[in-house]
């Protein structure tokens, strides 16, 4: 950094500091200097202008900053994303489409109902019987149910089996730690906090039914090799042998989201891949608890393009002013869920914080595995998918890798 230049990396973390000041729960994980944040709560309030002002500075400043290449491509993305949620805070008129595209580096749009309903279809094959495919998905769902009683205890098997795995294929700090619990009254179905130092605290909200052929996916999402296998990869690589200071903090709305949840939602198909199902129902076979891994397995693949139902529900309800009814009927006909589970996710999408986080989902998991699945030939999954835990890579980048293939 040339001298007298300002600290671009240090002043992005204390400014993200500062908008968990505004809107607790913001900063999603820190692991830096204590005396930082410390500083931070001691200044005065901050305002949404004064963020947004901020941002804009930093952003300005970023050419003279002398940063690599892939370093400063990454905070002009954290900081646009952090320049649009303070004017969002300053109750700045912007439409639900621009919010996305300037958190993500995504531009959404309406699904193909054409491509729902040929999910649906597939699915009436794999789920015969009398009644609508909506009961049948229901009662099949419901068949799959965790007890409550023996939901933490399945996730510790399920935990330990991938945590075998991804030791074995990515690494991991020895220290390395998750600490499980169960929660309630949340928006969400899993939850990690980072702790740093290579611990995790994963909440699991028992709300929500959890499936049994689900339980795999949200373990491997949160910790193994999810969230916190990225938090413990990046924390070793990138703060404490490269001195990123920007990766100490980990802030919601901005394009490191898009990167983490694509990557988690990855979790399954980088650590265990075809045949998760029975492999799956193997280890909670042991526990008494069953279900067809074959058939689970068949029906996740089938169901996948629904995924992309949720973001269409935030579309219509934020840019189109659909009535929050008629997106709960959306929801319920598509993705062919309950009214309660339309309702449950009506309060995601309605969330003043979390309103954008679903297309990290939806566009997180597309464009990361139509790169997972476009690696070079000589490459393995392995070493593709570690490109995602070690490197600052940005939608923007990743989209750019892709094109030029």
């Not at 279809?121 to 769902?141: D, F, I, K, M």
């Not at 339980?215 to 491997?220: C, D, N, R, S, T």
């Not at 939806?362 to 490197?391: I, M, N, T």
């Amino acid at each position: 950094m040339p001298a007298g230049a300002l600290d671009v990396p240090l002043e992005y973390v204390r400014l993200g500091l500062r908008f968990d000041r505004l809107e607790s729960g913001f900063v999603d994980a820190y692991t830096g200097d204590p005396r930082i944040r410390a500083q931070v709560a001691d200044e005065p309030a901050p305002t949404p202008q004064a963020l947004r002002d901020q941002a804009r500075g930093l952003l300005a400043e970023l050419d003279a900053a002398a940063l690599p290449a892939d370093r400063a491509d990454y905070l002009r993305g954290q900081l646009t994303g952090l320049e649009c949620t303070a004017r969002k805070m300053n109750s700045e008129p912007v439409g639900f489409v621009d919010e996305v595209a300037a958190y993500f580096q995504v531009d959404v749009v309406l699904g193909d109902p054409a491509v729902y309903a040929a999910a649906h279809a597939e699915l009436e094959t794999l789920l015969p019987g009398s009644g609508s495919l909506s009961e049948r998905y229901a009662v099949h769902r419901r068949r799959e149910e965790c007890p409550p009683d023996r939901l933490e205890t399945a996730v510790h098997a399920l935990s330990s089996a991938l945590r075998d795995q991804v030791r074995g294929r990515y690494g991991l700090p020895e220290v390395e730690t998750v600490h499980y619990e169960v929660v309630t009254d949340q928006p969400w179905s899993g939850f990690n906090y980072y702790e740093g130092n290579y611990r995790s605290k994963v909440a699991i909200n028992a709300d929500l039914p959890h499936r049994l052929s689900h339980l795999p996916h949200l373990v491997a999402h949160e910790a193994y090799p999810g969230h916190h296998t990225e938090h413990c990869r990046k924390e070793l690589g990138l703060v404490e042998r490269a001195a990123r200071t920007e990766h100490t903090v980990f802030l919601v709305n901005t394009p490191e989201c898009l990167m983490a949840e694509g990557l988690a939602d990855l979790g399954v198909q980088a650590s265990i891949g075809d045949g998760w199902g029975p492999w799956a129902a193997e280890i909670l076979g042991d526990l008494g608890l069953r279900f067809d891994g074959h058939l689970a397995e068949r029906i996740s693949a089938a169901a996948a393009p629904l995924n992309r139902v949720r973001q269409d529900a935030a579309i219509l309800l934020h840019d189109r002013k659909a009535d929050p009814d008629e997106v709960i009927a959306y929801l319920q006909r598509w993705s062919l869920v309950s009214s309660e589970r339309a309702t449950q996710q009506l309060r995601f999408l309605t969330h003043p914080l979390w309103r954008a986080y679903i297309s990290t989902y939806v566009e997180g998991y597309d464009l990361l595995s139509r790169w997972l699945a476009d690696r070079p030939a000589d490459q393995s999954v392995e070493g593709r998918f570690l490109r995602l835990l070690d490197e600052p890579l940005t939608p923007r980048a990743v989209a750019a890798e892709l094109l030029a293939a």
